[in-house]
């Protein structure tokens, strides 16, 4: 077997960001703002070592694809001859992943290795790892210029990144969990980032601590996979393969289920909470609180999707302990499905861009977890990969709106709208990630979550299928409220929000005659340059907003790209299956072995319709909405095809009138304030309770019990001595007399008891 | 039998040396109360020794009034000593362990 360089050593790959954060933290005084060239510069050389793993890797399955005796599937008929040799089960190519491995510590024979192990989800993981980090660091040197604690930030960022590529390679359960309460760490280090701010440090905190509770599982589930492996080998191990072929061999033999079934639900709990599920999803919109590059970073390929990538990582164990294979409702496919529609209701209500995009990720998040339920292994990770790319894209094109266009707010209502005519780059790409996410045909969003609803139906999961269809339903139409407030309409940022700023030039000419004015609105927003020290910064963006320069635009062109691009890695309907070819791990009993999805014709027509219902609803229910406000609409902003789509859908506010506002609104409030009402009062009255009974513990059987004991022994024990130390006068005499006398007692006592 | 009035003799010397041993303002009396109680100690082993015909008791006696008389030569230099230092002999003067 041939020996590929760059797959042995991509360990590499994590440390070089490593020691890029170090480097940073102890120079990064001395650097000033060239920090961000150590940052740019040891990601950049991540990802070209990840693209090089990407090559050696493909080379890697090629090979192996020649060793088993079949040529490498490509194209429509040496595909179907494929299909045809499935027959024969055993006929299965064998792609083993790369594993090296040092001895961490041992103990007592029990050996702990730490290592790295690639295979096609690694490789696939650090190339999206590494592109997402790059471009935001790329995108940062600009978002975040002048920013207080510029090297702070990309120290941070180093580490976020680092500690994720750790958590990728990981080839033990066990190094695994290190990478990964590292990126919790990091998503509080840059969440908080303006910590100034009671609500951003508030909302790092909370974060934290979400998060950390789902941690509990983890760690539980962690320790078991060691047990697994000692039930079914006899030689316990956290070796990830070592877990996953145990899982197996142990969920075949259909013996320890209850260990399996526990370890599934302790991890699935981590998932909950890393990964933003119901219902420990409440900390995920919180941290738009963080600088928005970060929030692109921690949404599209780290802290969120950390959860996702452990879910495939063990799957055997998942597999196994829910019994997927049987169809029907599993944990977690439920987790995920509830997921879905939760976020999706959510996304409705919300005024702030970047949390309309929060709860955006929510939801697919849990068309993932979903898909990892229902057994679309390939397809919940190739979702993974397509939603990394048009999530940063619309998280940074967010960002880019904010930047230059609203004065540094995310409030659609108040400061965006007919950004179009302003920033028509930005707009471009926001559309490109928009289509992507809401799944319009071709787009790479379209591919992967036409995937996961396909395969959910062929096993046997209809239910979660037409979850996930509502589910594409409502992304569509919180998607176009998105933009359209964001981009169509007035421009209702500097004054335009007064009312009687009636048309868009008086309002960009009032805010540009007025720049202190339109600045000191800006820094009412929240997420300015540093707000404590910001009023002094010269900005530059007090005026018109205009469009964002090459550096904040190059990204957004880049994931523009790859949001169309990355759908063609696995498209059943054009023959295509690289990705199941290179990332589905091909290891024969040591992992689910899944079927190669087929194509239904009906499935993505159904997911368009879907989408396009989505569509119509929310134009014909924002149509109806901007009626009330005639003069705007009438305004020359609006394009006349823009006109043409409101007039297709008129007919649509029958709909929106009586289906729509009577189903959609109500059933948005009703989760918002499920949300905030019963869920945040559960856990505030949760908080509160383990608070109170904290107090109570504390006051009484701490401070008086515990407390009480060990001081009532002190007291005593002075007592005692104060009072025993008058005996000993010192007088010999009196000593002899005690002495004496006691002998006496002694003798008497002998004298009537013998 | 002749034990009971030895055994009387001892006792009653016995407890008059302990009342001197606690009531006297003497260090050098106490010693001597002291002494008498050893005296008394010793008759007992004398007297059961014989009572017994066995040897060991006298031959105890003899060893307690060696070591006896070592211990007061012991105990009359440490008065010495201590009667130099303080200038008086009386025990309720020697309070320095007082708690």
Known sequence: MKTYWLLDHAWLVPLIPALSFWVILLVGKRLGARAAWIGLGSVGASWLLAVGNIVQWIQHVGDSDGSAGTKAAIGATVRSMRLAAEGHATNEKIVTPIVHATTWFQNNGIKLDVGIQIDGLAVMMMFVVTTISLLVHFYSTEYMRDDRRFNYYYAALSLFTASMLLLVVASSTLELLVGWELVGLCSFMLIGHWWEEKPNSDAALKAFLTTRTGDIGLLTGVIMTFFVVQRATGQGSFNILAVNSSAMKLGEAGSQHTLLLWCAAALLLAIIGKSGQFPLHTWLPDAMAGPTPVSALIHAATMVVAGVYLGARVYPIFYQGFHIANGGVNPMALVGGITVIIGAALAFVQNDIKKVLAYSTISQLGYMVMGLGVGAWTAAIFHLFTHAFFKANLFLGAGSVSHSGAHHSFDMKKDMGGLRKYMPRTFITFLFGTAALVGIPLTAGFFSKDEILAVAGENGFSFFKIVGLIGAVMTAAYMTRCVYLTFFGEYRGGHASDAHAADVAHASDEAHLDPAHAAAAAHAGHDDHGAAGGVGVPTGHGGEPHESNNIILFPLYFLSFMSIAAGYLLAPMLHIDKFEQWVTPHIGTGFVTFETSKFHAIDPTVAVLAGLIGIAIAYGFYWKHAFGQNASEKNALLGAGKKFLVNKFYLDVLYTDGVVNGIKGPIARAAYWTNQKIIDNALRYTGKGAVGTAGFVYRYIDQRGVDGVYNGTAVATGAIGAETRKLQTGRLQEYAWVMVAAVGIFVLALAIFN | ?99
Do not use: W
């Not at chain 2, 017994?52 to 440490?78: D, K, S, W, Y």
């Open chain 2, 1 to 99: 039998m002749l034990l009971n009035q030895f055994l009387l003799l001892s006792a009653f010397l016995f407890c008059t040396g302990a009342y001197g041993a606690i009531a006297r303002r003497h260090t050098v009396l106490v010693l001597a109360s002291i002494e008498l109680m050893l005296v008394a100690v010793n008759i007992n082993l004398v007297a059961f020794g014989a009572a017994l015909n066995n040897a060991v008791g006298q031959v105890f006696a003899l060893f307690v009034l060696t070591i006896a008389a070592a211990e007061v030569g012991v105990g009359l230099a440490i008065v010495l000593l201590i009667y130099r230092n303080i200038h008086s002999a009386n025990p309720d003067d020697l309070a320095e362990l007082k708690g």
